[in-house]
DNA sequence: ATGAAAGCGCTAACAC
DNA sequence: GTGTTAGCGCTTTCAT
């Protein structure tokens, strides 16, 4: 009749540990929580833990969220999270650094539905997550969602408009000029050529839902920077149909081989790389000897190929590692991180035939 | 003084919409969820909606767990994320399923650290999860952590000891089968060479920890059983350097190759099958003129090699989703559901060089 | 130094 | 048909 629910639910309850110990519920808690704002008695709070740990107590979380409104959660919130190993090794990055805090991670996809997309972020707000991390698989800007704001937000492979929310993308233009300077060093200076750009008007395939990724303008731009400034430029970019893969790739360079022959070729990403090697193999051309390959993303394809590609590997793990470190622990610091790309060098680049 | 916290913190309670609406809290409470055990008139439903409507009412879901004993989440606890594009489908599979019944994702990994693990799930529980999906990335045979069994599990690429948990696991056997009915329709008797077994003592690289992969044996099973049926024996198995990668692969196929020439191989899994082609290049022999191959795993991979690879594909999604279903749908039914892995074709299989 | 009591926001008995 | 009330398990203010 009175309180205690000792085997009501089978549950261990505070109330419980209090009782066994012989204090109150608040004294318990005091001791459980080691708070020193109220002083309770060495002894008591052994006393307190000793009884906590023979009933084999663990607070429920979801009162203690009730009562304190943090629940020590963070949800990812991502558009799409694809078939590449991208999204994979962000969400790993992430949970490392949430492991570190004792946060738990809510995964969410959202496949680009801003409908869905507000339905789902309302839900989380509605269990009070401490913070989002609103993730893009490609690398764009984005309109975040009024209503997250109503929380800690950290972009991942993102950008607000007017860069006012804080933000971790790769450093997609240190990498062009990485890839660039590999040329220059192997000794390229003339007939290099960038494979991936997009047509007048086109803005990608399906699987770009017509958004632009920074990506491509600004491995671009390192690109001609570094090249730029070595009094070098590019001999021209082949526009690619649609997507990045192999197959628009090979089509791509297939066609500038009919009319010319590159010393070396920049590729978008690895898997237009690939098709690049697929389309010198065809037409009897060696990589590298005759012609030098770069690709980025640092994807498994860098091993597949012989020879093994050179790549600016996209560091996944470490942009999920830091984009939740940066909402943990200043998550007001609205700041933009760039992660470097690191080179992982293949066999793909050589001097250019011309001085063999 | 009195009750009632309109501009308390902010927040919109269902006190604020049952006193818009002229109602009690419990009134508006099953007006809102639509609850016919009490009867409310039409017309108070209405004007409950109108008020929750009008004050942006959501429903605090902390407050309704403590309450219901559910929240509505569902947990993924997987020993390793991995770098492969495995975890990312059963991810979006499972996120799929969950999407249709309203219920989130959270995402775990243990690292195989069982201390680590058994926190984690207490902490799990302890935030009311409904139900666990206990995911391992590869296929094997698991112990399923006793503290787990006090919510639904569902196992995702493994089974229990004695099959007594449910689980979703790609059936592997018929894939092997159907790996060596390919090779059979086309017309390979003899030489045909599994590459990919574990030498006597060793059970893989350190990305095993020792865990002895149930796709070895039933794939080999698989291959045999079906092979048996026509009349055929495998030439041999080779054995492979601890992981199943690329380069061990290679090295695995040129040990092969520089005493006898296959007819056909059939390959652990995608990459063993890559490393195959770089060997048979090596060696001055043809895909699939000279020699056929057949990976598993329906990776990435099978179109970054000329020509491509024809492979069995893990249904990821599939699993994810299947494995989603069963742990909201009947999560008591005690059974082992085999996904089938579906033969995406590539050029990779000819008819044998004799018979040219 | 300790304990009683309020209340986070919700649901579901129960009495009117 | 509607409202009153008692909690879910926890933290924290306040009085002792």
Same mark, same amino acid.
């Given at each position: 009749?009175?309180s205690g629910?000792?085997s009501?639910?089978g549950?261990?309850t505070?109330? +419980?540990v209090?009782r066994l110990?012989?204090?109150?519920?608040?004294a318990?808690s $005091?001791?459980?929580n080691g708070?020193?704002?109220l002083?309770?008695?060495?002894?008591t709070?052994a006393?307190?833990?000793?009884?906590a740990?023979?009933?084999?107590?663990?607070p429920n979380?979801t009162?203690?969220t009730?009562?304190t409104?943090?629940?020590g959660?963070?949800a990812l919130?991502?558009d =799409?999270?694809?078939t590449t190993? $991208?999204a994979?090794?962000?969400v790993?990055?992430?949970? %490392?650094a949430?492991r570190?805090? +004792?946060a738990l991670?809510?995964?969410?996809e959202?496949e680009g539905?801003r409908a869905?997309?507000?339905r789902?972020l *309302?839900?989380?707000?509605?269990?009070d997550?401490d913070?989002f991390i609103?993730?893009?698989?490609f690398?764009r800007?984005?309109?975040?969602?009024a209503?997250?704001e109503?929380?800690p937000v950290?972009?991942?492979?993102c950008?607000?408009p007017? +860069?006012?929310?804080?933000?971790?993308?790769?450093?997609e233009?240190?990498?062009g000029?990485?890839?660039?300077?590999?040329?220059l060093?192997?000794?390229h200076?003339d007939r290099?050529?960038?494979?991936?750009? =997009? %047509?007048?008007?086109?803005?990608g395939?399906a699987?770009?839902?017509g958004?632009?990724?920074?990506?491509?303008?600004?491995?671009?731009?390192?690109?001609?920077?570094?090249?730029?400034?070595a009094?070098v430029?590019?001999?021209?970019t082949?526009?690619?149909?649609r997507?990045w893969d192999? !197959?628009?790739g090979?089509?791509?360079?297939?066609?500038?081989?009919a009319?010319s022959?590159?010393?070396a070729?920049?590729?978008?990403?690895?898997a237009?790389a690939?098709?690049a090697? *697929?389309?010198? %193999? +065809?037409?009897?051309l060696?990589?590298?000897g005759?012609?030098s390959?770069?690709? $980025?993303?640092g994807s498994?394809?860098?091993?597949?190929?012989?020879?093994?590609?050179?790549?600016?590997a996209?560091?996944?793990?470490?942009?999920?590692?830091?984009?939740?470190?940066?909402l943990?622990e200043?998550?007001s610091?609205?700041r933009?991180e760039?992660?470097?790309?690191?080179l992982?060098?293949?066999a793909?680049?050589?001097?250019? !035939?011309?001085?063999r």
């Amino acid at each position: 009749m009175a309180s205690g629910s000792e085997s009501g639910t089978g549950r261990v309850t505070l109330t +419980d540990v209090a009782r066994l110990a012989g204090v109150s519920r608040s004294a318990a808690s $005091f001791a459980l929580n080691g708070r020193t704002d109220l002083r309770i008695s060495e002894e008591t709070v052994a006393r307190v833990r000793d009884a906590a740990e023979e009933l084999g107590y663990s607070p429920n979380t979801t009162a203690k969220t009730l009562r304190t409104g943090r629940s020590g959660t963070v949800a990812l919130v991502s558009d =799409f999270i694809g078939t590449t190993s $991208f999204a994979n090794s962000m969400v790993r990055g992430a949970l %490392q650094a949430l492991r570190d805090a +004792d946060a738990l991670l809510y995964t969410v996809e959202t496949e680009g539905d801003r409908a869905a997309e507000a339905r789902v972020l *309302q839900n989380l707000l509605n269990r009070d997550v401490d913070g989002f991390i609103y993730a893009s698989m490609f690398t764009r800007r984005v309109e975040v969602p009024a209503v997250i704001e109503r929380a800690p937000v950290v972009l991942l492979n993102c950008v607000s408009p007017d +860069d006012s929310v804080p933000a971790v993308v790769p450093d997609e233009r240190a990498a062009g000029e990485a890839a660039a300077a590999a040329l220059l060093n192997a000794g390229h200076r003339d007939r290099i050529w960038f494979v991936g750009t =997009f %047509q007048a008007g086109v803005t990608g395939g399906a699987a770009w839902h017509g958004w632009s990724p920074l990506a491509l303008t600004e491995r671009l731009a390192g690109i001609r920077t570094a090249l730029h400034a070595a009094g070098v430029e590019l001999a021209g970019t082949l526009p690619i149909e649609r997507d990045w893969d192999i !197959a628009n790739g090979r089509a791509s360079v297939a066609r500038l081989l009919a009319s010319s022959t590159p010393s070396a070729l920049i590729c978008v990403n690895d898997a237009v790389a690939v098709g690049a090697y *697929q389309a010198l %193999q +065809d037409a009897g051309l060696h990589v590298p000897g005759d012609v030098s390959v770069v690709g $980025f993303d640092g994807s498994p394809l860098t091993e597949a190929v012989v020879p093994t590609l050179t790549s600016l590997a996209l560091p996944h793990e470490e942009l999920g590692r830091v984009a939740a470190r940066m909402l943990l622990e200043d998550p007001s610091a609205p700041r933009t991180e760039r992660i470097p790309m690191p080179l992982v060098a293949g066999a793909s680049i050589a001097a250019p !035939a011309g001085i063999r």
